[in-house]
């Protein structure tokens, strides 16, 4: 009968179950948990780590770097940001980090602090791809700042609840001109024979797309960006989304369109990602 004060302890740890989460490379605190839980601003950036090293590590620092001067006004700078990363990932050889900037002097009635942002890294096994093929259907949305990966993740999760309520795997996102930009988490190119075209709208530049972009030469295929609307699908034969889990994922049909599958394109386009060296932390 003695154990069940301990047994109700344990159950009342949020923690269990849960990947580490560090805030400046510490445990996490009962005061940061409440916070986060309550006030959604902030940014991230998440990343395959493999042994020590990222792909496109360059481009996740800048990403935090440029965030943290937005939101925040101040940077905590590439040295420090790199040491937690390394104090986050410890010994694995093989992981996933997920790198945020926080603040709890920023809140709905206090929204005016400027300064160095806190840093939470949690650290946890690869996800999986997002998907293998998937279905998109077109949905008029544009994200809060869609150029920054923010923690303001309501329309995006919306996005995909109501897409697969349709029928589809996720939605693809399209703005009050009829541009095509991004979807949920993910963004999207379009293929016609070897030649890649990338929407150009509002969004967030994503990691993979750049490190595809920069290998497209080595697998034989040439880009260009420029805007793109739903009619213009008729001119490609192919297309595709990539995110940090998800290299190069095809696309078979937007709404009603449907698109050519061609594996070979796929690999290309994973060859193409594959070309970037990981880069040690």
């Known amino acids: 009968m003695r154990t069940k004060p301990a047994m109700r302890a344990a159950k009342s740890d ?6 580490p989460i560090l805030v400046d490379g510490e445990p996490i605190s009962a005061d940061d948990l409440t916070y986060l839980a309550l006030v959604n601003y902030g940014a991230y950036t998440s990343f395959r780590v493999e042994d020590g090293a990222v792909r496109g590590l360059d481009l996740h620092l800048a990403r935090l770097e440029a965030s943290a001067v937005e939101l925040f006004g101040q940077s905590p700078g590439e040295a420090r940001l790199r040491a937690l990363m390394r104090t986050a990932v410890a010994d694995r050889t093989d992981g996933w980090l997920r790198v ?11 929204p005016s602090w400027r300064g160095v942002p806190r840093v939470m890294t949690m650290a946890a096994e690869p996800p999986s791809p997002l998907a293998s093929a998937v279905r998109l259907t077109s949905q008029a949305y544009v994200r809060d700042a869609a150029h920054l990966k923010h923690t303001a993740l309501f329309g995006l999760i919306r996005a995909r609840r109501l897409a697969r309520h349709d029928g589809f795997d996720d939605a693809l996102f399209v703005n009050d001109q009829g541009l095509i930009s991004e979807g949920s988490l993910w963004n999207i190119g379009f293929v016609q ?14 990691v993979t797309q750049a490190l595809i972009e920069r290998g497209l030469a080595d697998v034989g295929l040439t880009s260009e960006t420029r805007p793109l609307d739903l009619d213009a699908l008729a001119g490609f ?3 595709f989304l990539c995110n940090s889990a998800t290299p ?4 078979t049909a937007i709404d009603d369109h449907v698109l050519g599958v061609d594996p070979d394109l796929i690999e290309r386009l994973t060859r193409a990602w594959a070309s970037n060296n990981p880069q040690t932390i």
């Open 14 to 19: 949020p923690m269990v179950g849960f990947p």
């Open 100 to 110: 945020s900037l926080f603040s709890p002097e920023i809140g709905a009635r206090t």
């Open 237 to 239: 034969d192919h297309a």
């Open 248 to 251: 190069a994922c095809v696309v």
């Open 193 to 206: 024979g070897d030649h890649v075209v990338w929407p150009q709208a509002p969004m967030l530049a994503g």
